[in-house]
T-cell receptor, first 112, second 113 residues
């Protein structure tokens, strides 16, 4: 069945460094992936998405890489800032075409 | 513009009582979703509304859970005879159309004592 998982539950980085958050998925038919950021007490905030016909997509300070061969997704954050501290979730659009399947999240802690 | 809003932000209820959670989606968004987030977990899909079509209720965990969407806008998630395992954050999201990025509200934290 479908599943989305994250390699590391927590990640600690120093301010100014680059961060990489990884995610594995199991459904090779998944065609759409999203990264969300969730701060304490708030709902998930959309960061960036990528469709399966792409390998890479860039946003402001963020890049998502998709490796369909090994079913792996990563989120790269450049020049990480304290405001980036949050839990990051990857999600795939399931076979329904609309419901998202979420991983359990990676907690990113940015230290000064 | 205004984002997705949910009320109440927190709800504490006794086991066995019924609760209603409300979601106001972004104006003009035709798709509305409910998810549940248990402590330290990812989000679990509950139900999906798209326009006037019949909702997809496949994610509802039991028949104690129901939801409706009136006038294609506001949605209410109802949990009857609440149990302690229903304690979680209930998140609502909307999107401009099916399959597009979903925008989440702040959630309702439900605690069943």
């Amino acid at each position: 069945g479908e599943s989305v998982g994250l390699h590391l539950p927590t990640l600690s980085v120093q301010e100014g460094d680059n961060s990489i958050i990884n995610c594995a998925y199991s459904n090779s038919a998944s065609d759409y992936f999203i990264w969300y950021k969730q701060e304490s007490g708030k709902g998930p905030q959309f960061i960036i998405d990528i469709r399966s016909n792409m390998d890479k997509r860039q946003g402001q300070r963020v890049t998502v890489l998709l490796n369909k061969t090994v079913k792996h997704l990563s989120l790269q954050i450049a020049a990480t800032q304290p405001g980036d501290s949050a839990v990051y979730f990857c999600a795939e659009r399931g076979s329904s075409g609309y419901a998202l399947n979420f991983g359990k999240g990676t907690s990113l802690l940015v230290t000064p | 513009g205004a984002g997705v809003s949910q009320s109440p932000s927190n709800k504490v209820t006794e086991k066995g009582k019924d609760v209603e959670l409300r979601c106001d989606p972004i104006s003009g968004h035709t798709a509305l979703y409910w998810y549940r987030q248990s402590l330290g977990q990812g989000l679990e899909f509950l139900i999906y509304f798209q326009g006037n079509s019949a909702p997809d209720k496949s994610g509802l965990p039991s028949d104690r859970f129901s939801a409706e969407r009136t006038g294609g806008s506001v949605s209410t998630l109802t949990i009857q005879r609440t149990q302690q395992e229903d304690s979680a954050v209930y998140l609502c999201a909307s999107s401009p159309e099916r399959g597009r990025e979903q925008y989440f509200g702040p959630g309702t934290r439900l605690t069943v004592t």
